[in-house]
């Protein structure tokens, strides 16, 4: 069964502006880690927050994890048509990671 | 190098063929994984394992058999396949100790007609 689910499912905005997703999840985590898949490609990872991490930055990309709601958000600031992809959430257990089902952002030129 | 490669990338076959699709990792991980990725991009897992030994065998038709003959492969192989199998498939791979990233294959696009 899905873990996380993302919200906006779709996500346009104009370059420069930032890009706001965020992750729902049912169960207890070890951490929650966000993928980027580009269209036709595997997913890659950016960044892991643990379960007892409330914020995690990494260049452009900053994350919060809030436990006691389940929920996390993947904030990209100052978007570029090259963060043009789907954003996954995941959370981990033990070995199983489970995914959503993506927000597909476009940023447009 | 690549780190999960799958072969093949495209697949299209006919109903009620079996075919099987490849996945190797030179990163060293000890769990490996098979998720299913539907035309909607639903990322649904199918198969963990960890060492050669099936950790998850999610909710799948047991058309799909998962083989294992070392730590680093993970085949899938599907039987009497049917028009509902079509999607993409991806390996990954991770180090199976908490708090690590998974490693993802390109895909394989399985077409079934």
């Known amino acids: 069964s899905q873990q996380g689910e993302e919200d906006p499912q779709a996500l346009s905005i104009q370059e420069g502006e930032n890009a706001t997703m965020n992750c729902s999840y049912k169960?207890?985590?070890?951490?929650l880690q966000w993928y980027r898949q580009n269209s036709g490609r595997g997913l890659v990872h950016l960044i892991l927050?643990?379960?007892?991490?409330r914020e995690k930055h990494s260049g452009r990309l900053r994350v919060t994890l809030d436990t006691s709601k389940k929920s996390s958000s993947l904030l990209i600031t100052a978007s570029r048509a090259a963060d043009t992809a789907s954003y996954f959430c995941?959370?981990?257990?033990?070995?199983?990671?489970?995914f959503g089902a993506g927000t597909r952002l476009t940023v447009k030129p | 190098d690549t780190a999960v490669s799958q072969t093949p990338k495209y697949l299209v076959t006919q109903m009620g063929n079996d075919k099987s699709i490849k996945c190797e990792q030179n990163?060293?991980?000890?769990?490996m994984y098979w998720y299913k990725q539907d035309s909607k991009k639903f990322l649904k897992i199918m198969f963990s394992?960890?060492?050669?030994?099936?950790?998850i065998n999610e909710t799948v038709p047991n058309r799909f058999s998962p083989k294992s003959p070392d730590k680093a492969h993970l085949n899938l192989h599907i039987n009497s396949l049917e028009l509902g199998d079509s999607a993409v498939y991806f390996c990954?791979?991770?180090?199976?100790?908490?708090?690590?990233?998974?490693?993802f294959g390109q895909g394989t696009r399985l077409t079934v007609v």
């Open positions: 990954a791979s991770s180090r199976g100790t908490p708090n690590t990233e998974a490693f």
């Open positions: 169960t207890s985590i070890n951490n």
């Open positions: 927050i643990r379960s007892n991490e």
């Open positions: 995941a959370t981990e257990g033990n070995n199983d990671m489970r």
């Open positions: 990163l060293g991980h000890d769990t």
């Open positions: 394992y960890n060492n050669k030994e099936l950790i």
